[in-house]
Structure formats: C-alpha cells, structure tokens
C-alpha cells in the first residue's frame, strides 16, 4: 500500500492565521481525501481532492474555509483559513490506489490546536 | 442521516476474552465494509475487510460476520490482548467513491 507523510504533525496557532497540511505519496495514487477527527470523535470527510481540478466539498464544508490543492498524483495540501479554536482538531490525508488491493490508507495526521 | 451507525462506544475486556463490535448500515448499494485500527498519534489502519457476498471472513484472531438481510455486521477479536487496545471504526464504500465511518469504538483489554 501507498507510504503517506504528512507534514506538520503538529502545530499550535494563533486565533484568525492559516496553516497549510501537506500530504506527500511515495507513489501515484487514484484518489486523495481529506478528513477530520475531532478529539474522540470519527472520521469526517472534508473532501476529495481531484488532480488539476477544484476539490469536490462534503456538505457543511467550503472551500473558503478549506482550499485543496493537487497539483499531481502524489500530493496535496489542504489549508485552514481564518482558524478559530473550534478548528482544533486531527486532519488526515488519506489515498486510494486502483491497483486492485483496494486499500483506503491513511498518513499520521496533522494535530492542530488553535489558540 | 448517518450511513454506518456503530456501538458500544467504548469497550472493556479482560485479556484472553472475545471482543465484539456491532455496525450498522443503511445504504444498500455499499459493497465493502473494512474495519480500521487507530493507536494514539496514529493515523487509522486497515484491519479486515468483508465484501456483503461473504457472511464471514477470518484473519488470524479477527472475524468479520456479515448480515447481509439485517444490514449488519460485527468484528471478533478473539483472545484479546492488551496489544489490541486501540480504538476502531467500521466502514462502508461503494465503488470506493466515498468512505463512510461508523463513531468508532475504543477497546481497553485488561491485563
């Protein structure tokens, strides 16, 4: 399955900064997603992330507030903007490769605390 | 409306025991269910996986049952082992457009 490295781990920010995830694939993958844990809580999906294209948004998130980008197959950053301290949470980088193992991996994730 | 909906929500076993995990889900079209394993400051990991024309699928100390009339299906970890505490999440996919989560359920096995 794909090796994801995610980058940062962790950050503390301040009230109404923005932080910028990467997620790097050690090869090229179909699909990338983006969710969010919340502390004890299950995953949610922000959205997908489409190669060359506007990300396709999960109901109750925009793209103002989370701008994907994908530039290829192998990475993808997600941004959170205006943060405030409800933003505090885990944010994963997950892919899917078509190569028949069918496999949704995910990175370590992004633990951010917003102050 | 929450597609795959998962309880208990937290689980307590003493080591050697069976734990079991109960999901539920609502959409019919989904056509494979995987169980992910998710340690501390890790991000969720595949643990088994069942596609609904199986009832059951073992791997090791873990079984997936599928019901597929009852829209149903469980995880068994047998002889549980304090290695397994973690906490887990059901799934549910269908042509892996799209992953929906169960709450997940957090497994402390006792020494």
Partial sequence: SAVISQKPSRDICQRGTSLTIQ??????????????????QSLTLIATANQGSEATYESGFVIDKF????????????????????????????????????????GAGSRLTVL | QQQVKQSPQSLIVQKGGISIIN???ENTAFDYFPWYQQFPGKGPALLI?????VS????????????????QFSLHIMDSQPGDSATYFCAGTYNFNKFYFGSGTKLNVKP
């Fill in chain 1, 23 to 40: 997620c790097q694939v050690d090869s090229q993958v179909t699909m990338m997603f983006w969710y969010r844990q919340q502390p004890g």
């Fill in chain 2, 56 to 71: 059951e699928k073992k791997e090791g100390r873990f079984t997936i049952s599928f019901n597929k009339s009852a829209k």
């Fill in chain 2, 49 to 53: 996986a069942i596609r609904p024309d």
């Fill in chain 2, 23 to 25: 999901c539920a889900y």
């Fill in chain 1, 67 to 106: 701008p994907i980008s994908r530039p290829n197959l192998t990475f993808s950053t997600l941004t959170v903007s205006n943060m405030s301290p409800e933003d505090s949470s885990i944010y994963l980088c997950s892919v899917w490769k078509d190569s028949g193992a069918n496999v949704l991996t995910f």
